[in-house]
């Protein structure tokens, strides 16, 4: 029999739902980066697809942008909370 969840499993919670948003986040910036590209190299001169081309790569480096600054925001908490890295290494209980 395994003992029933407690208040402390939602550490192990958080920090696997942030790894997984931030690895996904990544893996989608990988593919919008690949498709802005294909698109551009497969456009043959149309200003619509290069125009559709540029929009989907300045989307992708926004995102990446916001991707870099919400993981530097949670490091700056991790750094004003006392932790050491709030993505690896949250607590609700101290020792």
């Not at 996904?24 to 802005?36: H, M």
């Amino acid at each position: 029999m395994t003992d029933p969840a407690t208040i402390k499993d939602l550490e192990d919670v958080f920090t696997n739902i942030v790894k997984v948003l931030m690895a996904g986040g990544a893996l989608t910036l990988f593919i919008l980066l690949l498709t802005s590209g294909f698109k551009y190299l497969s456009s043959g001169g149309d200003q619509k697809a290069v125009e559709g081309a540029k929009k989907t790569l300045t989307y992708a480096i926004g995102g990446f942008v916001a991707l870099a600054f919400s993981y530097l925001i949670l490091r700056i908490i991790g750094q004003f909370t006392g932790t050491d890295s709030i993505i690896t290494n949250f607590t609700i209980f101290k020792n």
